[in-house]
């Protein structure tokens, strides 16, 4: 991945500019676009398998082994600490992957970490060829599988379908990397912008659909977050709810350790585990009364504004092991994050209802660019209808 930012996943300026139209000849009409390849469709079918399981710290890789044209065994990274994708798949094929083609969506290790190199099981399965959807990023990894597999005598392509493969290991690159957790934000808004009544309510936004949705999302991520100022409006448990799938750790951004301890995140803190991140000087009186009841604290710096150094904040959290984080508000943490460039990705819910124009100030509480153009977007948004409500997601895009 050299030469790419990784808060940018899969998204890559055009270098080439298209003609100018001529208004004397009409332009040609647009070439039908070409069919994949039988590379780039197995690759899509390793891509779907990259989706499942919950590897984190790890990458989500997915394999196929595919021979004369047939799918032989399929496989995905289930748990860190457990085989990966590619063996795993190699395993399944047993003697049908001699002769056979290997397609994974990342680069196999060549190194030993929990589990030995990949390479070596793949130079003994004997299969003739290895088709990989993107490199290893990792910077702290010596050795490269691709090479290694070539020296074996085995023919490599690497780059097929790349930018979902790479997609797929956004977060995980991001936390190699940069040493800091990929963050998702997600925002429930009215037609008018705000996310929340003039009387500070915003249960319920978004209809029960995009809810779901959200419960989702939060069960794929390793950490959830809220600003205090949520957390005292809302009373929210942040758990898993309306889908399978574990709760992830409940984190709130507290300065001065304002999390009541009746709050349904205390309350439930002995069950679902819950982080509260808040100043060197915030009284030790509430940390003492928080740890009683099963919220583990961690103190860090304050910015000039007196409020946790964002930053320094998303440091701990991704020593801690938080790779993907999803942070469901408000405007003020919101805010914080899009000013800082910190936000990964947009998950934006808009529901068909008026709020009206002394609800809160806006969903995002920050100074905002100066002109369109330098606005933070997503470049290439997904749109989809979910119940009543409008759902638009994607990496974001910060113009220079
Ligand atoms: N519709 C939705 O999707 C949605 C989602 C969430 C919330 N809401 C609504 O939003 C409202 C709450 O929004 P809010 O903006 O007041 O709350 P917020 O963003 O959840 O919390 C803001 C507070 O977090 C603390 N904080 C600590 N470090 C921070 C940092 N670096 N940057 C920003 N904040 C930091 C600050 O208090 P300290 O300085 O005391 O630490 C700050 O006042 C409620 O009405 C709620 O119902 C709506």
Known sequence: MSGKDPKRPGLRPSSIAPPAPSAATPPPPAPPPAAPTDDERWMEVALTHAKNGRPSPNPHVGAVVVLDGELVASAHHERAGTDHAEVVALRAAGARSIGASLYVTLEPCNHHGRTPPCTDAIIASKVARVVIGCRDPNPHVEGDGATKLRAAGIEVVVGVREDKALAWIAPW?????????YV????ALSLDGRIATRTGESKWVTGPDARAK?????????GIAIGIGTALADDPRLTVRDTPGESPLRIVF????RLPIDSRLV?????????????LEAPVSAEEE??????????GPVSAEGRLDVLAALRSLAQRGIVSLMVEGGAELAGSLLA??????????VAPILLGPRGRAGAVDWAGPDTPQKAPRIA?????LVGNDAYVHGPILYPE
């Open 173 to 181: 690159a991001k936390h190699i990397t940069l040493g800091l957790p």
């Open 184 to 187: 998702s934000l997600k925002l």
């Open 214 to 222: 959200v419960h989702l999302l939060r069960s794929r991520s390793d």
């Open 254 to 257: 507290d300065t001065k350790l």
């Open 267 to 279: 309350q439930t803190a002995r069950d679902v585990p819950t982080l509260v991140l808040c100043g």
């Open 290 to 299: 928080l740890l009683r009841a099963g919220v583990e604290c961690v103190r």
């Open 340 to 349: 800082g460039r910190y936000a990964d990705e947009l998950h934006v819910f």
């Open 380 to 384: 290439s948004p997904a749109w989809e």
